[in-house]
Each structure stands twice: as structure tokens, then as C-alpha cells.
């Protein structure tokens, strides 16, 4: 199958490129190079030793997007990894986040459904829990209003798509939509090979290339945001994946849309995460252990916007997807400080 991969240079999308050429799939990038650098293509040869088209194309460009359609013409199936992601950031400036990621969704549908394109992997995220009730959160927990307008961009597009495929099932212009929204965790590692990893440019805003950074000496202290939750050690609880793990979950979601679009339009969602919760304190510790290094890091406040704890309940995924996570926490945070120290050199 040829899959259009927007956003597909970036962290998690990297890594899809890797899984899907390994299952024999073949990627055509889309990726503006907002959060991240042309150097990542050539890295994504080197693992794969093949030739991967790549346009330096911006998803909310209807004209440009339809070009690579016509150019590529057979593309089956898209995976829209491409968003911001800046919790903060989306706070400040909602209108970018909005028009950026809700915007580039809906150019995507509408090229998908002037060429035909019957199958879409959407990147959605635990996000869309909120602080949940009860843990671990299955796909039928409730839907919290976002704290965030990145939040919302999520889950306003999830509806979009709902709404789409919906619509689709109706349509006399018979385009038949698929879609798997992939609800993310928080993921982490890097592919093993240290050649492609998670490369925030600035200041990481995320856990995992924060502590990396302060191993590193590119930060002084890692500050742990908060040791007076309701947790067994007082700091936040997250479900940790190793991110070829997610990655793997994205082949997987393209072959269940294979085989059972056949039999009239799904949209169907899916938890991707370990089923383990972690504390950020355990994490720092798996990290100084795994990697036998001490950590400088301190207690700070809490970071506000910040939920307590959360974790997924992955039986639907392990069920219906016949996917499984193979990684541990360890290996990811091996993999990590594998990735910065190539980086450093
Ligand atoms: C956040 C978003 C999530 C989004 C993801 C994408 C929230 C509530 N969630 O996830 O929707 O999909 O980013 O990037 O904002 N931490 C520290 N010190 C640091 C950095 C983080 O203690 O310097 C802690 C945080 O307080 C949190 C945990 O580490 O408890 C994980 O944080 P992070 O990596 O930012 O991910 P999330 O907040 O879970």
C-alpha cells in the first residue's frame, strides 16, 4: 500500500516511516520542516536503505497537497501525524492551533475525497480524557472539555472525522472514508539504531528530551513539576510507550482498514499506550539506573494544566488491532540517551 505520511519527519512519524518500510508499505513524506530538519530524511534512508519521496509541503496547502496526490496518483491510505503540539504555546496563540490543525485535516479530507483515498490514520491523544474518573481509561471513558486549545484541536478533529466517515457511508459520489484515530500516550526511546530520534528544537517542553538535555549538560537541572499530587510518591502519573511500539500500532491500524473496509465504512478508536502508569519520579530513576548516571534534578511547582495521573486501558488495541507493546520502559530510556549522545557527537 502507498500511504501519504503528513508530519512524516517528525518524532512519532520518523519512526512510522521505519515500521512501515519494514512491513513492506511504501511512505511518500509530506512535512513542512516547522519542528523538524531535511537531515532526518537522510537518516530514515540510511535504517531503511531505500528512497523515500519527500515534499516540503505545508498540509494547509490545498493546491499543493492535491499535486502530490496526482503526482504519487495510487496513494491508498494517509497516516496525519502533522500538528503542533505546544500545549503552552496553543494557550497563547489558539488561532494558530486551530487554523493549523483542524485547518490542515480538512484540506486532507478534501483531497482525499477528490482522489478517492479510502483510508485514514489520524494522530489523536490522551488528551482528550482529561483528568479521568477512573483508571485505566478505556475508549468509552468520557471526553472531557480540553484544558487546552491544543486539546480542543483534537478533539474537534476526531469529530471531524467522525462526522466525515459518517457522510461518506451516505455519499451518492460513493467515496468510502476509513478511520482509525489513534488516542497516543506519551511517548518516548528512539529507534535503536541511535540514527532517528525525538529533536525538539529549543527548549523541550516534554519529560524524556528534558531529562536526556540535562544528562547531557545542555540544561543544568531538570525540575520535576510538582511532589504533592495524590500519587504514591506525590508526583504525576503517565503511561510511558516506547515509540516504535506506537509506531508499530500505525501499520497495524492500516491493515485492519485494509481488511475490513471491505465491508462498508469504520471509524473506529484506539488506545495506544503500555497499560502501565510511571511516575515521573520512577521515570528519573529507571533513567539514572538504566543508563548509570546521576540526574541533577529538583522539586518545583506544579505545572499548571497538568492532570494527575492517567494510563490506558490497551485491551481493545491488543484485541482488535493484534497489536502489542515488545519494548519496556527501560529500553526506552536507553534508546533516548542513545539518541542525544549520537546527537552531542
Ligand atoms: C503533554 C500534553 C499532551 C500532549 C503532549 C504532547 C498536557 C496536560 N498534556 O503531555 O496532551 O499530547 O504533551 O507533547 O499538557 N514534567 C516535569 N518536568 C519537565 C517536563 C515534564 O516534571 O521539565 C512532567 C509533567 O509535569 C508531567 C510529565 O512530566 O507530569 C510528562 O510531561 P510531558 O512530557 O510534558 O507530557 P504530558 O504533559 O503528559
Redesign the pocket.
Known amino acids: 500500500m502507498k500511504v501519504l505520511v503528513t508530519g512524516g519527519t517528525g518524532f512519532i512519524g520518523s519512526h512510522t516511516i521505519v515500521s512501515l518500510i519494514e512491513t513492506g508499505m511504501k511512505p511518500v513524506i509530506v512535512d513542512n520542516l516547522d519542528n523538524s530538519l531535511p537531515s532526518v530524511l537522510k537518516s530514515l534512508e540510511a535504517i531503511t536503505q531505500t528512497t523515500i519521496p519527500f515534499y516540503e509541503v505545508d498540509c494547509n496547502d490545498q493546491e499543493a497537497i492535491n499535486q502530490v496526490f496526482e503526482k504519487e496518483k495510487d496513494i491508498e491510505g494517509v497516516i496525519h501525524f502533522a500538528a503542533h503540539?505546544?500545549?503552552?504555546e496553543s494557550v497563547i496563540n489558539p488561532l494558530k492551533y486551530y487554523q493549523n490543525n483542524v485547518g490542515s485535516l480538512i484540506v486532507l479530507l478534501e483531497v482525499m475525497k477528490k482522489h478517492q483515498t479510502p483510508h485514514l490514520v489520524f494522530s489523536s491523544?490522551?488528551?482528550v480524557y482529561g483528568q479521568p474518573g477512573q483508571l485505566p481509561v478505556t475508549e468509552t471513558s468520557p471526553i472531557i472539555p480540553a484544558?487546552?486549545p491544543?486539546?480542543n484541536t483534537?478533539q474537534i478533529c476526531e469529530e471531524v472525522i467522525r462526522d466525515t466517515v459518517h457522510s461518506s457511508q451516505a455519499d451518492l459520489a460513493n467515496f468510502q472514508l476509513n478511520a482509525i484515530l489513534l488516542r497516543?500516550?506519551?511517548p518516548i526511546g528512539a529507534h535503536p539504531s541511535g540514527h532517528i530520534g525525538e529533536l525538539p528544537l529549543g527548549v523541550?517542553?516534554?519529560?524524556?528530551p528534558?531529562?536526556t538535555q540535562t544528562a547531557a549538560g545542555i540544561r543544568d537541572t531538570?525540575?520535576?513539576?510538582?511532589n504533592d499530587y495524590d500519587t504514591p510518591d506525590g508526583?504525576?502519573?503517565?503511561d510511558y510507550i516506547h515509540v516504535m511500539d506506537l509506531a508499530e500500532a500505525h501499520v497495524k491500524a492500516l491493515q485492519l482498514l485494509a481488511n475490513k473496509s471491505e465491508n462498508g465504512s469504520i471509524c473506529e478508536v484506539f488506545n495506544i499506550g503500555t497499560g502501565k502508569g510511571n511516575s515521573?519520579q520512577e521515570?528519573v530513576h529507571t533513567f539514572e539506573k538504566v543508563n548509570n548516571l546521576k540526574l541533577n534534578y529538583e522539586f518545583?511547582k506544579?505545572?499548571p494544566?497538568?492532570?494527575e495521573q492517567?494510563y490506558a486501558s490497551v485491551d481493545k488495541a491488543n484485541q482488535q488491532l493484534g497489536w502489542q507493546t515488545k519494548r519496556s520502559l527501560e529500553d526506552g530510556l536507553r534508546d533516548a540517551w542513545n539518541w542525544q549522545q549520537k546527537l552531542i557527537k
Open positions: 503540539k505546544a500545549v503552552g491523544s490522551c488528551t484544558e487546552s491544543y486539546g483534537k497516543y500516550f506519551n523541550p517542553n516534554n519529560l524524556v528534558y531529562i531538570l525540575t520535576i513539576f510538582g508526583t504525576c502519573i503517565r515521573v521515570l518545583g506544579r505545572r494544566g497538568d492532570i492517567i
